[in-house]
C-alpha cells in the first residue's frame, strides 16, 4: 500500500545519504525513479532535497518533475533558484518551458511568465492553453485576447475553449467580437467536444445571446452536469 512505498523510499533515502550530506545516486535512471515515487506519493519537500543533492546527474524529465514540485508545494525561491541554474539545453525543452510557465503563472510571477512566453520561438497550443489558463486566473483576460492577436499557429479545442472563457469573463465589445468570430469559424469536429461546446455556450450566456447558446445546446450529443449549469 502507500504507507508501505513511503517507507520504503524513505529508508532508500537514507541508505543513500552520506555522512557529508551528498547523495551517492550513480545514475539518473535510478534518481528519476526514485523522484517520481516521491513525488507520486507527494513527498515534494523530501523530492526537491534530493534533486538539489542530485542536481549534476538530473535529466530534462528529472527537472520537469522538480519544478512541478516547487509549483505544487509553492516553493518560489526554489524554483528560481533551479530556474537559474538550468543549461541552455534545457531552458530549450518544451516541457521545462511550459513546466516553468506553470509555475511562474501559478506563483503570480506575470512578468517571468510573459518574457519567457514571448522567448518561445515554437509555441504549441499546449503553450498557449497554459498561458490563457493563468492570465484568467490572474484576472488578467484582456492580456489573453493581445497574445491571441499575435498566435501564429490555429486554436486547438482546448485553446478555444480557453479563449471562450477569456471572452466570457470579459464581456465586452471586444471579446464578443473575437468569441463570436471564433465560434462562426470553429471546425464542425470540435462542436462535438463536449468541453469546447460547454465553453462557447457559457461564453454565449454571459454575452446575453441565449437563443445561439440553445442552438449549440440542443445540437450536443452528450450533455453532463457542467453543460446543464453554463444554459
Given amino acids: ?13 537514507s541508505s543513500c545519504q552520506s555522512k557529508n550530506g551528498e547523495n551517492l545516486f550513480s545514475s539518473s535512471m535510478t534518481l528519476n525513479s526514485t523522484m517520481k515515487k516521491l513525488f507520486d506519493s507527494k513527498q515534494y519537500k523530501e523530492a526537491l532535497n534530493l534533486f538539489d543533492q542530485n542536481f549534476k546527474i538530473s535529466t530534462d524529465s528529472t527537472i520537469d518533475m522538480a519544478i512541478k514540485a516547487c509549483t505544487i508545494s509553492k516553493d518560489y525561491k526554489r524554483g528560481i533558484r533551479i530556474q537559474q541554474r538550468l543549461s541552455s539545453q534545457s531552458r530549450n525543452n518544451s516541457y521545462i518551458q511550459a513546466a516553468l510557465l506553470c509555475f511562474y503563472l501559478e506563483s503570480k510571477d506575470i512578468d517571468n511568465a510573459m518574457h519567457l512566453f514571448s522567448s518561445i520561438t515554437n509555441k504549441s497550443n499546449y503553450m498557449y492553453t497554459v498561458m490563457f489558463k493563468g492570465l484568467i486566473t490572474n484576472k488578467m483576460a484582456e492580456k489573453v485576447l ?15 475553449s480557453t479563449l471562450f472563457n477569456a471572452c466570457a469573463v470579459l464581456n465586452n465589445n471586444r471579446a464578443m467580437k473575437i468569441g463570436k468570430k471564433l465560434l462562426a469559424e470553429m471546425p464542425e469536429n470540435y462542436r462535438n467536444d463536449n468541453i469546447t461546446s460547454t465553453a462557447a455556450i457559457d461564453m454565449l450566456m454571459k454575452f446575453g445571446d441565449v437563443e445561439s447558446a440553445e442552438r449549440i445546446f440542443r445540437s450536443m450529443k452528450t450533455k453532463n452536469i457542467i453543460t446543464y449549469g453554463a444554459m
Avoid at 493581445?146 to 478555444?160: A, G, Q, W, Y
Wanted: without cysteine; glycine residues 0%.
Fill in 1 to 13: 500500500n502507500n504507507s508501505y512505498w513511503i517507507y520504503r523510499l524513505n529508508r532508500l533515502l
Fill in 146 to 160: 493581445d497574445l491571441f492577436d499575435e498566435m501564429k499557429i490555429e486554436p486547438d479545442h482546448f485553446t478555444l
